[in-house]
């Protein structure tokens, strides 16, 4: 009852059963089959999160953070992180349902394989509560991604089974252990270096912001090997279990976990290797090229959780505006606020329906069924998508702080812990700098700039003429001229572009897959698709209505 009272207040009783796009999506995407399953499972999965997973996220924010417990009373290195029971039941409860399992392994009730779209929509359904916890999650797909596309049979029997359990199995979550003190983003800088021990290595140096330390089973590292180039090409990837076969530690000591301003779910910390085994993992001249494809896959992570962090956000400011009174009104009475609040909604179903249109193309490339255009295509929908999203949980976490007033400000709401969480996404695989970085090679190397304006247009012209339509194709125009006239600046001037120009392109992207759900599905799409273009190309007068206020009853 105490469940059902904190629901009708706080938060929707399903995360899942309110959110109709992810539902149509789904529906749209997934076999008849498949879908029954996953709208089955994604009930209750929705339920699960937005009531006890929601409670223990709270709980494990302010009381019952990871501590970090070093000797054992003996004196000797332990290296123990402790996490609170209900986290535990979280991590349980959340890979039984095969979020990162199923990606890799046949679904039971289906007799096949899941993929990358559904397992992205239990992750954002999973954010909505414990963004905190889908950081482990999505380190344990990254582990998953690498083991299973790139190490050979000996080292994929020893772990992947584990790191795919759905309760199957003895668990083992995953890690990508990248950053050095000296290195940061410069990941060509590492200097922990793999001694050859028989046919496998032993690890020596540090790691200097390795999350999920203590609660991952094996971690997917990158070292140097003796005699390797420098730079990023002389980087091995390695499988490095946590413990030994006997539970000992595997030659691992943690310095210290990080106090995190958010996301204080999950561990991080400062790790030390010192004579640890290690299993390469394919190519060793390809560890770096490895690593970034992984990469790729937590930053579409980063995007769902941003996404979970912007439907939450929504949902507390609407549901507090329609329960709070001011000046003899609803807030919801006044067009200010219905401006702000069918704003938001606008973005937030254009952009998830955009980031899940990326997630099928990745689904595509990953399956090893792309063309080396559509991979090019996938690498830049990935760095606008990541950087865009990221930026935009910032804001509506900012919003739905100022819809409370004073109230979004107290503990006592989600909304600190929104905002709190919602910091890092920027910073987490990839800030909007080294995203910058990626548009440039990417656009001097593989013209991704001309397939993205081909792959636009030739979307734009599918789609039936309306004044809508034509704004956008202005824009697609405007663009293509300064991206050719980016693509010919030296590479310093073109750093200085190109943020700005990353953000005029995912626009443009969520403007065409506004443009074609408002086209396929009508109704609210239709006014979501009006009130997304004239807020991000406006050409109305001053003191003419805004369709944000016009059609607020509609869209929301």
């Known amino acids: 009852m105490v ?137 344990t797909q990254a582990t998953a991604y690498l083991l299973d596309h790139y190490a050979n049979e000996e080292v994929k029997e020893k772990f992947l089974s584990h790191v795919c359990a759905t309760g199957d199995t003895e668990l083992f979550e995953g890690a990508t252990f990248l950053t050095e003190r000296q290195g940061g983003s410069d990941v060509g800088a590492n200097v922990v270096k793999a001694v050859e021990d028989g046919e496998n290595y032993r690890l020596f140096g540090e790691k200097y912001f390795a999350s999920n330390a203590g609660m991952a089973g094996v971690a997917m590292v990158l070292a140097r090997m003796e005699g390797s180039a420098e730079g990023s090409r002389g980087l091995s990837l390695f499988a490095v279990p946590w413990r030994k076969d006997d539970g000992s530690l595997n030659g691992i000591k943690i310095r210290r976990l990080k106090d995190k301003l958010g996301v204080r779910a999950v561990p991080s910390g400062e790790v030390e290797f010192d004579g640890a085994l290690a299993y390469v993992v394919g190519d060793p001249e390809k560890g770096f090229y490895y690593m970034m494809e992984a990469l790729n896959l937590s930053r579409i992570c980063n995007a769902v959780a941003s996404l979970g962090i912007m439907r939450r956000a929504f949902n507390e400011a609407l549901m507090y505006a329609e329960r709070r009174n001011a000046f003899g009104k609803k807030l919801t009475d006044f067009p200010m606020i219905q401006e702000s609040l069918a704003t938001m909604k606008s973005k937030l179903e254009v952009e998830l329906a955009t980031t899940f249109d990326l997630v099928k193309l990745f689904d595509k490339v990953t399956s090893g069924n792309a063309s080396d255009e559509e991979t090019a295509l996938n690498r830049l929908k990935i760095a606008l998508v990541k950087k865009e999203t990221a930026e935009q949980a910032i804001y509506f976490a900012h919003e739905a702080i100022e819809m409370h007033g004073g109230n979004g400000y107290i503990e006592d709401f989600v909304t600190p812990r929104l905002l709190r969480d919602a910091q890092v996404l920027t910073v987490w695989e990839g800030t909007a700098n080294i995203l910058g970085l990626e548009l440039l090679r990417l656009v001097n190397k593989f013209s991704a700039h001309l397939l993205f304006i081909d792959e636009m247009t030739e979307r734009l012209d599918a789609v039936p003429e309306s004044l809508w339509k034509l704004r956008i194709s202005n824009a697609v125009e405007t663009l293509a001229k300064d991206l050719t006239i980016f693509a010919s600046l030296n590479p310093d001037n073109q750093t200085i572009e190109a943020k700005g120009l990353m953000r005029t392109m995912a626009l443009l992207y969520e403007g065409v897959v506004a443009l074609e759900w408002s086209e396929q599905h009508g109704g609210r799409h239709e006014k979501l698709m009006e009130i997304f273009i004239e807020t991000n190309w406006p050409e109305r007068t001053i003191g003419e209505v805004k369709r944000s206020v016009k059609y607020f009853s509609d869209v929301l």
Not at 18 to 46: C, I, M, R, V
Not at 83 to 98: A, D, F, P
């Open 3 to 139: 469940l059902q009272q904190r629901s009708e207040i706080e938060t929707p009783l399903n995360f899942f059963e309110h959110d109709e796009t992810l539902q149509t999506l789904l529906k749209e995407s997934l076999s008849p089959k498949f879908y029954d399953y996953a709208h089955s499972e994604l009930t209750k999965f929705g339920s699960l999160v937005a009531n006890e997973i929601d409670e223990r996220a709270k709980h494990t924010d302010r009381e019952g953070q990871p501590r970090l417990e070093i000797y054992d009373k003996y004196g000797d290195d332990r290296s123990h992180v402790w996490v609170n029971e209900g986290y535990k039941k979280t991590v349980e409860e959340t890979y039984r349902t095969g979020i990162v399992g199923y990606v890799h392994k046949d679904i039971p009730e289906l007799g096949h394989k899941g993929n990358y779209l559904y397992s992205f929509a239990q992750g954002y359904l999973l954010s909505q509560a414990e963004p905190g916890f889908h950081c482990p999650v999505t380190l």
